[in-house]
């Protein structure tokens, strides 16, 4: 076993790497030129570095291994352990929710990978047109059309039509409309052999083809807020042909193999927070389809920056809790707390120096001349240097605190990945990217690396 371990392991460095994401319209900056004066700017259109190679992922001995364990401060969670154990007759699925730390997917791919390695692999899952909506997406699957459509996404608003529990929402600008969906070409890991689109309003499927544009068959259920699509063969990219009827907006698919196995269904919005979800208003029914045996919720590290009201937040908090118990009842929801990050602090510092100045003197009939004469001057500069962001601490002790008085599983990510001061660490490791927020893809990694080990432990132990 231990061989094997090895084995999925250099798997995975080789597989995040192509995950490796750079946001739409944000380019690569060189190493002397990282500066974003708009932090909000920052977190919604991430730069996530690929970092220095690593032949496997290693635990540095900051990260605090013999605390990496779920707390489920009372949580009921023998429902998700009788599913797992029972994963070889049915499916067994997380639904992992959150901010820009999620939606690159390189931790909870990680994460997804060491999974089903250990259980199966039920298919991809859910994806969602991230590109379609201007922003970056992982490059596992592909979300496209050639048609045209009216994009909206969850951070820019107000949206134009209805927006979808996974963040992003398209509506066709024709009557008759076509997407394509897959997994990556040269990616034989991830055949489906259906499909479910999940869409407000009503929709017709016309067709289905294949990637080489061969009609293949096909087998449509229709439900309110999805429509489920079983296809003869399996295939790892299809197009699909449909009609509308009246206003349709699509918000994404679930990629199913019809196997045993662990779905690992991931939603993430770069610059989301707890309130984000809340104004979505319908996540917790749009991810019951999913059939979810666990819901993680990792947030709180956009609203560490600006004013922070502990108050407000933990009703934010409680209100999307609450939102998906409704739909979701039973299901155990675990919260992830946010690591140590960094922010932007500027200093204006000041100094006189004697240097040429013009100095106006009067000419000829009265007209203006300028003269060079070295004066003594003062220079100010604004310095940009950085510093921890201390309300990360406050947003974590708010979610312990939360999770013991709702009796709701956590996962104090803040305490394992080193505490306070592992920022620093991380930095200096090569597991934090330049913008002190975002970890490089070998720091998502570790991530997703360390919540596998804690949450196979809860659920097996």
Request: aromatic share 10%; with cysteine.
């Amino acid at each position: 076993m231990k061989l094997k371990r090895i084995c999925i392991i250099a798997l995975l460095v080789t597989t995040a790497a192509s995950l490796t994401v750079w946001a739409s319209g944000c380019p690569s900056r060189p190493d002397d030129d990282f500066e974003v004066d708009d932090e909000s700017e920052l977190r919604e259109n991430p730069v996530i570095e690929e970092g220095e190679d690593d032949p496997g992922i290693s635990v540095p001995e900051f990260v605090k291994e013999g605390r990496n364990h779920i707390t489920l401060n009372g949580a009921d969670w023998s429902s998700a352990v009788k599913a797992l154990h029972n994963v070889k007759k049915n499916p067994f699925t997380i639904v992992h929710i959150g901010d820009s730390h999620l939606q690159a997917d390189i931790a909870t791919g990680t994460a997804r990978e060491l999974f089903q390695y250990d259980y199966g692999n039920a298919g991809r899952g859910l994806v969602a047109p991230l590109r379609m909506t201007g922003t970056n997406e992982p490059s596992d699957y592909q979300f496209t059309s050639q048609y045209p459509w009216i994009p909206a996404k969850v951070m820019k608003t107000p949206w134009p039509h209805t927006m979808g529990f996974t963040g992003t929402s398209l509506r066709p600008s024709t009557k008759s409309s076509e997407i394509f969906v897959g997994t990556r070409e040269d990616d034989d890991y991830n055949p489906f052999s259906s499909i479910t689109l999940f869409h407000n309003g009503r929709i017709n499927i016309t067709g289905v083809k294949d990637r080489n544009g061969n009609a293949i068959a096909f087998s449509p259920k229709y439900s309110k807020d999805y429509t489920h699509i079983d296809l003869t063969d399996e295939q790892t990219g299809v197009y699909v042909k449909f009609d509308t009827e009246g206003d349709l907006t699509l918000f994404g698919a679930s990629l199913s193999g019809n196997r045993p196995g662990v779905f690992y269904h991931t939603i993430g919005n770069n610059g989301a927070t707890y309130q984000t979800y809340n104004n979505i208003g319908t996540l917790g029914r749009g991810i019951a389809p999913l059939q979810p045996d666990v819901i993680i919720l990792s947030l709180g590290t956009n609203e560490a920056f600006g004013h922070f009201d502990v108050g407000l937040f933990i009703a934010q908090v409680d209100k999307l809790v609450n939102n998906l118990k409704a739909s979701n009842p039973g299901v155990p929801i675990l919260i992830v707390t946010p690591m140590e990050c960094q922010r932007s602090v500027y200093n204006t510092t000041s100094r006189k120096v004697r240097k040429p100045v013009k100095v106006p003197v009067k000419g000829k009939k009265g007209k203006k001349k300028y003269r060079t004469q070295t004066k003594t001057v003062t220079e100010t500069k604004r310095v940009r240097s950085y510093g921890v962001n201390s309300n990360v601490a406050a947003v974590r002790n708010a979610l312990l605190q939360y999770g013991r008085d709702n009796k709701i599983a956590v996962y104090d990510w803040y305490e394992i990945a080193g505490g306070a001061g592992a920022s620093g660490k991380w930095l200096t490791d090569g597991l934090y990217g330049r913008d002190r927020v975002h970890h490089t893809s070998k720091g998502y990694r570790l991530q997703g690396y360390m919540l596998y080990r804690a949450l196979s432990e809860a659920l097996t132990k």
